[in-house]
């Protein structure tokens, strides 16, 4: 089976932007998994710091 | 003289002659005499003309390979059949030993002699019917495919012509499991045996070639006069003449004898004779066109162009509707007892029955691979895979024959052909964007495991901490009430903190305010929950809304020494009294991934949407469309 599925002969060539799509969702998750992002979360958190509130410390 | 030391006599001129392979018997003279070497020693001349305009891209002394074996040409015959010309070249190995490479139309197959014994008599090998089966080697059914007679012989170089030949036939079988035999019978029950194995010219690693062009065939038309160019004689069969219509198919292999007129002259080619175009890597010259129309109530009509490359042979180009298909014949095809199946199966792949018609030539011009006037009553069957499709002819005179179509896309039709081509209207028979929604599920329930998979494994690496597990009673007479808890340590780059909170509330409300301090930066992080829980009695039902236990996240908390401030807000004169709460660094969130999983599956549900209504345009034109 050929692996690069964005030549047109390769049997995953239909699923090319799922594979992309999935593999981007599923790194995007990992990543919110493990630095503890609520993702889409909007409103609920305030953060504030002595420069004001909203500030972010890096 | 012969066996010992091998040489021979010519018995045309006696000038001596000797022959590269051992296994070979027949032989071109210099003087032009074809000579036979008997089992005997003895030589005698055989009744087969000398290949005439030698032309062909493969010549004697073209050199290739078979599986890594090197060969060299020796010689050929060269077959002529009702409708078209095989060569049947024979190649010797650097071993001595010696087969036919068989060509002719891009077909290209090795024929070697069958080792093993054939089971089947002769009278039911020559006897076979289109369609039936026979156990020819005792090991499974061999499905028929047809019969060609030779109507002509001629040979260059060094061949095997078991004695003289007569009445020369060529039986073709396949097997279930895509082995191919082949008889040929160079006498009345004189069969011998040969195991074919196609193969693309390309893997042949040819060299010594002849790449000029071929020569063809030049006569003036008799109606009107003008000279007609007939470019791959011999191997085209018929031509018309573009300025009258008039019909000529080739007669006793030699000349075109008028037989016919096209019904409706109208020529109306989008891409003209002559033009040069690459398609699917090989450059084509357009050399006929025919406009085609099913023998049916739709009466659809299409239009073909014939395509030819020296060393791929002949192509077709179908058009209809704006959308074009590029076919060619192939001799490794499906093996199928009956057609009137609503699918069949090439390499495991499926290919489903699209329509079946008979048709008729309503318009041509140019040349063609075979005698396009006297098709008759030609059934075609088509099966489809977009972009790919099978179709067969079958025809009582002529046989089966299969070609292997693929969808050519309207912007490469316009780079390779930059004509006026036609707009496509509609969904094209093979036009890409079908999945099968079968497959789409799997790889949807893939994707979801693979992300469900990488969710457990991140969320089996986290700390799960629990920094805080306490009851907190309310003073009675405040709404709020504020504690404040001992320092923490949160050790992670970055991380998040569950609170779950529990409040005995009914028909009631309590609400937590939670603030999260850096105790070196005073940095601080705020949220905020409420916890509701309402029943009632209404209309002789009982209903309740809301519930005693929320959760809440506080996420992307950096690494510091932290504690919490909490605020606990009760509704004034509620009987809430105490509230518990639990707080866990580091925890998993089941929210991000259902977040994610709705987003994974938006792709296959829009396409399963899309895929839906297009293939309900692209089988609209279909006959079988229930199935």
């Not at chain 2, 074919?196 to 042949?204: A, N």
């Not at chain 2, 075979?370 to 075609?380: A, H, L, P, R, S």
Request: charged share 20%.
């Amino acid at each position: 089976m050929k692996i690069n599925f964005f030549n047109e002969e390769s049997r995953l060539h239909p699923f090319r932007w799922f594979i992309v799509i999935a593999v981007a969702l599923t790194g995007w998750l990992a990543y919110a998994d493990y630095s503890g992002w609520n993702v889409f979360s909007f409103g609920n958190q305030q953060q504030w710091s002595a420069s004001g509130p909203g500030t972010h410390h890096k | 003289m012969g066996s010992i030391t091998g040489l021979y006599q010519c018995p045309g001129c006696s000038k001596p002659i000797s022959y590269r392979s051992s296994e070979a018997n027949t032989l071109v003279c210099s003087c032009g005499t074809v000579v036979s070497r008997l089992k005997s020693g003895a030589m005698s001349s055989l009744a087969v003309a000398v290949v005439a305009f030698p032309e062909d891209y493969i010549q004697t002394g073209t050199s290739g390979k078979r599986n890594g074996v090197r060969f060299e040409v020796i010689g050929r015959c060269r077959l002529w059949l009702d409708e078209a010309v095989y060569n049947y070249w024979t190649v010797i190995f650097d071993n001595g030993s010696i087969c036919y490479l068989a060509e002719g139309y891009g077909l290209y197959a090795f024929h070697t002699p069958l080792e093993q014994r054939v089971t089947a008599s002769n009278f039911s090998i020559k006897n076979a019917g289109t369609g039936s089966e026979l156990n020819l080697l005792g090991e499974g059914d061999y499905l028929y495919h047809g019969k060609d007679t030779v109507v002509k012989i001629e040979v260059e170089g060094e061949c095997i012509i078991p004695g003289q030949p007569r009445d020369v036939r060529i039986y073709n079988f396949s097997s279930y499991t895509g082995l191919h035999l082949q008889f040929l019978e160079w006498a009345p029950d004189a069969l011998t045996a040969y195991r074919v194995e196609y193969i693309k010219p390309g893997d042949l690693e040819l060299a010594n070639t002849n790449d000029a062009a071929l020569r063809g065939k030049e006569f003036k038309c008799p109606v009107c006069k003008i000279s007609i160019q007939v470019k791959t004689f011999p191997y085209a069969q018929s031509c018309s003449c573009t300025n009258c219509g008039n019909h000529f198919s080739l007669h006793n292999s030699i000349d075109f004898k008028k037989s016919g007129k096209d019904k409706f002259d109208d020529n109306a080619l989008s891409i003209p004779l002559g033009a040069k175009g690459n398609i699917q890597g090989i450059m084509y010259e357009v050399i006929g066109y025919a406009k085609k129309e099913e023998a049916n109530e739709y009466q659809s009509q299409w239009k073909e162009y014939i395509l030819y490359n020296k060393i791929e042979g002949y192509a077709f180009l179908s058009e209809y509707n704006g959308h074009w298909i590029y076919l060619r014949e192939q001799g490794d095809a499906p093996v199928v007892k009956r057609l009137n199946v609503d699918e069949i199966e090439y390499r495991l792949e499926p290919f489903k029955r699209f329509n079946t018609y008979t048709y008729k030539t309503v318009d041509t011009a140019g040349e063609f691979p075979y005698d396009i006037f006297n098709d008759g009553k030609t059934e075609v069957w088509e099966f489809i895979s977009p972009p790919e499709m099978w179709s067969v002819e079958i025809n009582k005179r002529e046989g089966v024959t299969w070609f292997y179509g693929r969808y050519v896309s309207e912007r490469k039709m316009r780079e390779q052909f930059p004509y006026t081509l036609p707009y496509p209207s509609g969904v094209g028979v093979l036009q890409p964007g079908f999945i099968n929604p079968l497959r789409i599920l799997k790889a949807g329930v893939l994707a979801v495991i693979f992300m469900l998979i990488v969710h457990m494994i991140i969320g089996s690496f986290l700390q799960n901490k629990v920094l805080l597990d306490a009851s907190y009673t309310l003073i009675d007479s405040l709404n709020t009430t504020s504690f404040v808890t001992d320092k923490f340590e949160l050790t992670k780059r970055k991380s998040n903190l569950e609170f779950q909170i529990i409040a005995p509330v009914n028909n009631s409300w309590f609400e937590l305010q939670a603030n999260l301090v850096n105790a070196k930066t005073g940095e601080e992080f705020t949220v905020e929950q409420g916890v509701e829980y309402y029943t009632g009695y209404d209309g002789g039902e009982s209903w309740s809304e809301g519930s005693t236990n929320e959760t809440v996240y506080l996420s992307s908390i950096p690494a510091g020494t932290y504690f919490l401030q909490l605020s606990g807000t009760k509704e004034m004169f509620s009987l809430v009294n105490s509230f518990q709460i639990k707080v866990t660094y580091d925890t998993a969130m089941s929210r991000n991934f259902y977040i994610f999983l709705v987003l994974l599956l938006l792709w296959p549900v829009i396409k399963c949407i899309q895929i839906i209504n297009k293939e309900k345009r692209r089988w609209y034109n279909s006959p079988f469309s229930a199935s």
